[in-house]
Every structure is written in structure tokens, then in C-alpha cells.
């Protein structure tokens, strides 16, 4: 797989998710998708060659790098929750698509356990 098929794999099951949004907060180099303002993927060519970045299980993401070679730490990101994919071939885009759907599903289970906002609470309450 290319790079570029690598991210429009990437790219296309983002859409797919519900409430996924696309962002560019570190200029037009990064796209950045969000899940209710939460970064669940990030994807650049700043590198030199097109990456994807997602949130993965720190067990998950230290068993993908020890059996894919184009699996790496999370560039610029914390390397135990982080997990960079990279172009060569040995991917296969379903497990592309799996890993977008596991980092995706991460962020959105810290969401619905964290606490409400106090503000935001009143404002429901007042509605």
C-alpha cells in the first residue's frame, strides 16, 4: 500500500464514524479528526512520506510494533498511547480501517466517563 492509499484508507473510514470531524488546529500540513473535540487521528506528510497517527491500547500498540515493521511509536505524540503507521506494503487495509476503529472507540470511552463540566451542567439543567 502507498502512502496515499494508506491515508484515503484512513481517511474514508474517519468519515464513517459518527460525529467524526476534520480539523487542521497545527496548520494545513496536519489533518487532525476529532471525535466531540478529542483527537482520535492525525495525518501528515511532514515527514517526508505520508503517515497516519491513532490512539491505541499500550499493549495493543507494543504487540502491532513487535509484528509490523510499518507500525512505529506515535510521532510527536506519547509514545505508550500513540502509534504511527507508515507505507510499505505490509498492511492490510482492513486492519487499517480496525485500528482508525479501535483508536476512535478509545477517545470516545474516556468521553462518557468524564465528568460534566460544571457550567456545561447548569446549562442543561436550565434548558
Excluded at 467524526?20 to 488546529?25: A, K, Q, V, W, Y
Excluded at 510499518?70 to 480501517?97: C, E, F, Q
Excluded at 468524564?114 to 446549562?123: F, G, M, N, Q
Aim: glycine share 6%; aromatic share 6%.
Amino acid at each position: 500500500m502507498t502512502g496515499d492509499e494508506l491515508q484515503q484508507c484512513a481517511r474514508e473510514r474517519a468519515d464513517e464514524l459518527p460525529l467524526s470531524s476534520l480539523e487542521h488546529p497545527f496548520g494545513p500540513e496536519w489533518d487532525v479528526f476529532k471525535v466531540q473535540g478529542r483527537v482520535f487521528m492525525l495525518m501528515t506528510a511532514v515527514t517526508g512520506e505520508p503517515i497516519v497517527t491513532l490512539k491505541a491500547a499500550p499493549a495493543d500498540g507494543e504487540a502491532l510494533r513487535a509484528q509490523f515493521s510499518d507500525i512505529s511509536p506515535g510521532y510527536h505524540m506519547n509514545k505508550k498511547h500513540w502509534i504511527t503507521l507508515r507505507a510499505g506494503g505490509a498492511l492490510p487495509k482492513d486492519l487499517v480501517a480496525e485500528l482508525v476503529t479501535d483508536s476512535y472507540l478509545l477517545v470516545v470511552a474516556k468521553l462518557q466517563r468524564a465528568p460534566v463540566p460544571e457550567h456545561r451542567a447548569r446549562l442543561t439543567a436550565s434548558a
